[in-house]
């Protein structure tokens, strides 16, 4: 299957795959019985154990591979760090809102959604229920003009959605006039204590975490110190994101409560290497840079890591390793290598904090849709905590060898300094100590030139410095280390979207035959399935319990997850069952077991079984899930099973 | 050590073992660059990763081994589901203020701490800044009266506290007059949605949720359809809970956002059993029951659950069972068990859902703290739900035989009713229908003896029936199974104060030796130490890197974490450090390595060393973690090293 294969197979499984999830609990809208509430979402029991078991290998495949420090900060935020951030301020989408009714829209998602209906129209599809189906102003465009100009509606200004709004006079999906689109900030917001409730004041409001990485950042001397103070390295965390979301919808896609998974790699912002980075340098990945984009096109290009790097299409080694890394993390998920491709942010598309950003994008039924962000965060959020807290985040590197530096310092003549300017004077000197090397030298300049020059104090104060006053020397000094502001890279998850494209990447449908209607299923990688084994006694009779329950103890003691289903239905519905929420072997006791000992083991995607002995399958399931066996290997060591009797 | 030289132990270490895991960032106050937050928490590299080893531990010793089903819910929760739980009107603590300054006390806390000091005025300690130590209508009570009422305050209601303040005198610490103490409730409040910030609306108001109990309630139905339909079951949930204390204090222990992980068990309410119960009767607890309490007492009695459960001390084996389940999970987590008790909740201290509820309480440098509670919280939550939304959250138990039940059912003369009553003879029909048995005995009697009654259709209207009109039959039939309301039992595990009661009963000191002083350090349990194993080379020698590399990689393959540690410190040192953040086990490459292949393997609490082949060295480790091997067993086949060349 190619991608676009793959696209129009994703599409037209859509709803029986989104049926099955549903009706298996792998999630659902939350408080259903209470009607739901939009944008939040709670995994049942096999979606939530996918969840823990992509954790875990999130975990070992990132943190413990690599030694990275994780933490585990609050979600609750208080104003003055996020305002620091810059999130009080930025972290908005624009909103508009219909005048009569006040219902609001997301204003690029609503103008994606309007030029979508006229595109529709022009098509000569007609269903909607959005008045703006038949704007003439639009349809004038014409469907290429209009599928260009929906590309660009989510990197539009305010100035230019409401140009847009406008121009084409579009309306509310009822024909009522929609307000100016105005910034809406995505954060909840909430008090802390209970002196807000008395008294009120800025210092009590707090948000809950838009994204994990502020509590890494405000947390940056402690684990550079937990790391002996070497760099570069790197800080992770698992843990709930929130966003108000204006209207959430597509499922797990974009919802107001989420986790995420964040690595923050701390690195010189002149030398952004890693220590690994020539262990993955020859991972190959699809990618769709910048360039590609502003053409218009959307070809991948396949290349590996340290190509991409010597072509400049990768910035650095530190973003390649990542890039790799997140790519191989997604293979071991079970993501299908034609639906992942790697998407450079356009110019104006980034957060307000980066100034680099890779998406890992994943193929899914609504089309690509972001998964993982790679950003270059350079030193802005240390260097924002830093100015905002006058603490100092900064690290030190020591150079391979010693170096000489050159540095141009004022020297004063101090008393004629303090005569002229009286009790000015502390001011001029406390200006002078901390002039730029670029200052000093504009300064010595205009001394050796005219002979005096005017220092702006501010407040409307102003020095005539003349030379007599001043004059700057160079002094060289050997250093040994170097004091910087680490920049950040930032490989950023989405778990629930990627639990939702694991599902979808994941489901398979066996044909119908002769006696047995078409049946769906998960075909979720062991590693990560959500239980690994199910236990069948062939039928409800007693003589089959000892033996089942001798291999539940096994199970235990090699801490698999198992699953037990002694219900009446046949054994073919029962595996069915199983195969549905993606358990990858199923252990059947039949009456063959009770006589001699043995016991069927069933694979999920080849539904193939062999028979061993009763004390060996736990073991043997172990290492199929460790991958330290593959059913390959086993079924060349024991022969096909066919068929229980019943 | 017995309880009491524990208690001692505990006091004295206090401040030692709270640097020592700052200092080490087990956790910190979060955001403390910008003055911190107060009752909020981070946690650092070894107290995150002590975290996820408990959680993991918590999921395979009760998810698993109980085939429990996992869910994870939000925690942003909308309004009508807390109002049904009763958690809006009723998850509140009693607050006064200062009426001059506005601050804000926790009346129980506060009053608690007034008793202290006046005890400590009595005892001729002075050393306080609340006027209140010098009570005098408090002061006249004496001591032991003190100590009473000291004890009783958590329990007291509005008017009591309100009371006592009136009658003492009491004031704000600098002597300023008290508010009437009111309720203050708990849950931090925010909006959901971009219509709010328009309209405002009682609908979008949400809540974070208390507890996670409660998405597990309203998921009851799916949860029992995900289960077969099959009684009784249990679901599980680890993930967030906030609470907004009023007076946040005592580090770990009583904070604003916390982890929690909750088992609720569902069961029927007159049979509350647990299918593997016979496995865990014989574990011995130490227990003080509420009658204990009663008489003023304290004196734990060591019983088995069996005959606990015998002599009515516990009130069934559901709740057995799961008392027997947390006390060996403690035991696995490394708390000590002189500094465990299961405490009895006196009958006016329970939340609002509970009948009955016992907490393990655990002894710490604060004293005993709860941990764990044990709630029967009855059909209380399903039936609140049930009847906020007009939803069945009922299960069904066949019986064993089928049984014969009679019932009372209405016979009508359909005719009369609809021409006596006209329009109006609908409504009765249906009261009719929805008779209670009991409801239906009574018309019946009334019917036979005066020949006629009047039925209350509320509203103003009212019927006068009459024998010709109505009669009733008695009905038998068989009943293959009963429908009911579960009853759940639950246990309810703060991680937070979990991870500190571990962290304070692993504090350790070695004394000072001839050659080195004293040194402390956290004998944390290997299986859920935060870091497994450090890798340390002697010297930063380049000959020792490839050994390094070597073992690294095998640790790779046993998903063992570790640290390396390359820094020129001293081995001591070195060995020092890693045993602060409580790595079991270091692995020293030294000279003889590069020679011969071999390293060595330290053991960090009784600091032994052996020395083995680098190629088995993470195996060992693994068997040691997963408790294959012990300490023991591979000093026995393996001699002890004494010292490294340096």
């Known amino acids: 299957?190619?991608?676009?294969?793959?696209?129009?197979?994703?599409?037209?499984?859509?709803?029986?795959?989104?049926?099955?999830?549903?009706?298996?609990?792998?999630?659902?809208?939350?408080?259903?019985?209470?009607?739901?509430?939009?944008?939040?979402?709670?995994?049942?029991?096999?979606?939530?154990?996918?969840?823990?078991?992509?954790?875990?290998?999130?975990?070992?495949?990132?943190?413990?591979?690599?030694?990275?420090?994780?933490?585990?900060?609050?979600?609750?935020?208080?104003?003055?760090?996020?305002?620091?951030?810059?999130?009080?301020?930025?972290?908005?989408?624009?909103?508009?809102?219909?005048?009569?009714?006040?219902?609001?829209?997301?204003?690029?998602?609503?103008?994606?959604?309007?030029?979508?209906?006229?595109?529709?129209?022009?098509?000569?599809?007609?269903?909607?229920?959005?008045?703006?189906?038949?704007?003439?102003?639009?349809?004038?465009?014409?469907?290429?003009?209009?599928?260009?100009?929906?590309?660009?509606?989510?990197?539009?200004?305010?100035?230019?959605?409401?140009?847009?709004?406008?121009?084409?006079?579009?309306?509310?999906?009822?024909?009522?006039?929609?307000?100016?689109?105005?910034?809406?900030?995505?954060?909840?917001?909430?008090?802390?204590?209970?002196?807000?409730?008395?008294?009120?004041?800025?210092?009590?409001?707090?948000?809950?975490?838009?994204?994990?990485?502020?509590?890494?950042?405000?947390?940056?001397?402690?684990?550079?110190?937990?790391?002996?103070?070497?760099?570069?390295?790197?800080?992770?965390?698992?843990?709930?994101?929130?966003?108000?979301?204006?209207?959430?919808?597509?499922?797990?896609?974009?919802?107001?409560?989420?986790?995420?998974?964040?690595?923050?790699?701390?690195?010189?912002?002149?030398?952004?290497?890693?220590?690994?980075?020539?262990?993955?340098?020859?991972?190959?990945?699809?990618?769709?840079?910048?360039?590609?984009?502003?053409?218009?096109?959307?070809?991948?290009?396949?290349?590996?890591?340290?190509?991409?790097?010597?072509?400049?299409?990768?910035?650095?080694?530190?973003?390649?390793?990542?890039?790799?890394?997140?790519?191989?993390?997604?293979?071991?998920?079970?993501?299908?290598?034609?639906?992942?491709?790697?998407?450079?942010?356009?110019?104006?598309?980034?957060?307000?904090?980066?100034?680099?950003?890779?998406?890992?994008?994943?193929?899914?039924?609504?089309?690509?849709?972001?998964?993982?962000?790679?950003a270059d965060r350079m030193a802005y959020d240390l260097t924002a905590h830093s100015k905002a807290t006058n603490t100092q985040l900064n690290a030190s590197q020591r150079y391979p060898e010693p170096i000489t530096v050159e540095k141009v310092v004022p020297t004063y003549n101090r008393s004629l300094i303090g005569k002229t300017f009286k009790d000015k004077h502390v001011k001029l000197l406390a200006i002078l100590d901390n002039l730029s090397q670029e200052q000093a030298n504009k300064l010595e300049e205009e001394l050796s030139g005219s002979g005096s020059t005017v220092i702006d104090a501010g407040d409307g104060l102003q020095f005539v410095v003349t030379r007599d006053m001043l004059s700057f020397k160079t002094v060289k000094s050997v250093v040994c280390e170097e004091t910087f502001t680490p920049a950040v890279i930032e490989p950023s998850f989405g778990m629930g979207r990627l639990i939702f494209c694991i599902l979808e990447h994941s489901y398979r449908v066996r044909p119908a035959q002769a006696q047995q209607e078409e049946r769906t299923y998960v075909a979720i990688k062991p590693q990560i399935a959500p239980i690994k084994c199910c236990l069948l006694p062939l039928s409800s009779k007693d003589a089959f319990t000892p033996l089942i329950s001798k291999v539940q103890r096994q199970m235990d003691i090699h801490g698999l997850s198992y699953k037990i289903d002694s219900t009446g239905a046949s054994i073919g519905k029962r595996y069915a069952r199983t195969d549905e929420i993606g358990i990858p072997f199923a252990v059947t006791v039949d009456f063959q077991s009770v006589n001699d000992g043995t016991v069927t083991i069933r694979e999920r995607d080849s539904m193939q079984q062999i028979r061993i002995e009763a004390d060996v399958v736990s073991e043997l399931i172990a290492d199929l899930i460790s991958g330290k066996t593959t059913w390959g290997d086993v079924t060349k060591a024991h022969p096909l099973f066919t068929q229980q009797e019943v």
């Open 1 to 374: 299957m190619d991608t676009s294969q793959l696209a129009e197979w994703l599409k037209k499984n859509k709803t029986p795959c989104e049926n099955l999830l549903k009706r298996r609990f792998f999630y659902s809208n939350s408080f259903d019985i209470y009607g739901g509430a939009a944008g939040l979402f709670d995994y049942g029991p096999p979606g939530c154990a996918l969840k823990v078991q992509i954790e875990n290998l999130w975990r070992q495949h990132f943190i413990i591979f690599d030694e990275m420090l994780e933490v585990s900060c609050s979600c609750i935020t208080p104003y003055s760090v996020l305002k620091a951030s810059g999130h009080v301020d930025r972290f908005t989408d624009l909103m508009v809102t219909d005048v009569v009714n006040g219902e609001c829209y997301r204003a690029d998602k609503y103008l994606e959604d309007v030029i979508e209906c006229v595109m529709n129209t022009l098509k000569g599809k007609t269903v909607t229920d959005n008045v703006n189906a038949k704007n003439a102003a639009l349809m004038k465009l014409g469907c290429d003009d209009l599928e260009k100009i929906r590309n660009l509606v989510g990197n539009m200004s305010l100035e230019d959605v409401e140009k847009f709004i406008e121009e084409n006079k579009i309306t509310s999906p009822i024909g009522n006039a929609l307000s100016k689109p105005y910034p809406f900030n995505l954060m909840f917001e909430t008090t802390i204590g209970p002196k807000s409730k008395q008294k009120g004041g800025i210092n009590s409001v707090v948000y809950l975490r838009p994204e994990t990485a502020q509590g890494i950042f405000v947390n940056f001397a402690k684990l550079l110190e937990s790391n002996g103070g070497k760099m570069p390295f790197a800080s992770a965390q698992i843990g709930l994101g929130f966003r108000n979301e204006i209207s959430p919808r597509n499922g797990l896609l974009r919802v107001r409560e989420f986790l995420m998974a964040e690595v923050e790699y701390f690195v010189h912002p002149k030398n952004k290497t890693h220590v690994r980075y020539h262990e993955f340098k020859h991972v190959v990945l699809s990618l769709l840079p910048r360039g590609t984009q502003e053409k218009g096109e959307s070809t991948l290009t396949k290349m590996s890591v340290e190509d991409a790097i010597n072509k400049g299409v990768i910035a650095n080694e530190a973003l390649g390793y990542f890039l790799a890394r997140t790519s191989l993390f997604l293979e071991k998920c079970g993501i299908l290598p034609q639906g992942l491709r790697f998407r450079q942010h356009m110019s104006d598309e980034m957060a307000h904090y980066a100034c680099d950003c890779w998406d890992a994008e994943i193929l899914t039924s609504y089309g690509w849709i972001e998964v993982v962000g790679h």
